[in-house]
C-alpha cells in the first residue's frame, strides 16, 4: 500500500516530469485514470507549453489510448481535457485516437460534462486548420442533434463552436453542416451569451467560403434571426457584434441578400 500511496503523490506533484508522470502510470495501469487527471491541469495552463511537449513526445499518446481502453469513467474525461489542450495549443494529436475520444465522449448516453469536453475538443481540432476535417466530419450528425436536443448550456456552447470551426477554413464540410442550421438557430435562443455568439458565429460562417448553404439558410430564416438578435435590446452587446459580422458575411451571397432586404 506504501508503494502505491507514493506512486499516487508522484504523479499528482506538479513538479515530476511529465515523462516520470507517464512512464509511472504506464507502469502501473491502476494509475492512468489518476495521472490523465492530473496532466489535464498541467496541459491546459498557459505556462504548460514545456509540459506539452513532453508529453506530446514522451508516450503520452499511447497512454491516452490504454487508458480509454480500460473503461474507467475518468479516463475518458481526463484525456478529453487532455487532448483538448494538445490541440488548442496546435500540438500533434493522432487522428484514429481522436477520433476514439471523440466517438466515445459524444454518445448520446454519455454525461452532459463529458459530452461536452468531447465538443470542445472538436472545436479545438478544427481551430488551426482544416487538417483535422476529415476525422471530424463524421461526429457532425452528434454534434448537430446535441443543438437540437440539450438544454446544456455548455454544450450548446460548446457544440456551436465546433461546428463553426469546421466551417471556418473551407467549405470542404458544407455539404454535412448543412443540416446544422436549425439546431443552431435553436442554439441562439438558448444557453448563455457566449453560447449565443458561438451559434450565430457558426452560421456565418456557413457562408464564409461560399455560397452553397445559403438556400437553406434563406430557408430556414437565418438572416432574420440574426437581424432580430442585432435588434433585441436586451441581447449583449458581444452577442449583437457576432450576430452583426455574421449578416455581413450572409450578405456577399445574393442567395442571403434577399432576405436581408
Not at 499528482?12 to 495521472?35: I, N, Y
Request: net charge positive; charged share 25%.
Amino acid at each position: 500500500r506504501g508503494g502505491g500511496d507514493a506512486k499516487e503523490i508522484l504523479i499528482r506533484c506538479p513538479r515530476v516530469p511529465v515523462r516520470a508522470v507517464v512512464d509511472a502510470a504506464r507502469e502501473d495501469r491502476t494509475l492512468a485514470a489518476a495521472a490523465l487527471s492530473a496532466l489535464s491541469s498541467r496541459l491546459s495552463s498557459k505556462s504548460g507549453k514545456a509540459d506539452r511537449e513532453a508529453f506530446a513526445k514522451c508516450a503520452g499518446m499511447a497512454l491516452l489510448e490504454e487508458a480509454l481502453d480500460s473503461g474507467h469513467p475518468e479516463a475518458l474525461h481526463s484525456g478529453l481535457s487532455v487532448l483538448s489542450s494538445l490541440a488548442r495549443a496546435a500540438e500533434a494529436v493522432p487522428p484514429p485516437l481522436a477520433a476514439k475520444f471523440l466517438g466515445r465522449g459524444l454518445e448520446m448516453g454519455a454525461p452532459p460534462q463529458t459530452q461536452t469536453r468531447a465538443a470542445n475538443l472538436a472545436g479545438n481540432l478544427a481551430r488551426h486548420s482544416d487538417s483535422y476535417y476529415p476525422t471530424l466530419s463524421a461526429h457532425i450528425p452528434s454534434l448537430t442533434s446535441h443543438l437540437e436536443t440539450s438544454s446544456d448550456s455548455g454544450l450548446l456552447k460548446f457544440s456551436s463552436f465546433a461546428l463553426g470551426n469546421m466551417a471556418f477554413h473551407t467549405s470542404e464540410l458544407y455539404p454535412l453542416l448543412k443540416g446544422s442550421v436549425t439546431g443552431l438557430l435553436r442554439a441562439t435562443r438558448r444557453g448563455d451569451a457566449k453560447g449565443r455568439a458561438n451559434a450565430a458565429g457558426a452560421l456565418g460562417n456557413l457562408a464564409r467560403n461560399g455560397g452553397e448553404c445559403c438556400a437553406e439558410m434563406r430557408v430556414k430564416g437565418v438572416g432574420t434571426r440574426l437581424l432580430d438578435m442585432v435588434r433585441d435590446r436586451e441581447e449583449e452587446a458581444s452577442v449583437k457584434s457576432i450576430a452583426f459580422f455574421s449578416l455581413g458575411t450572409l450578405a456577399v451571397w445574393k442567395e442571403c441578400r434577399g432576405e436581408l432586404l
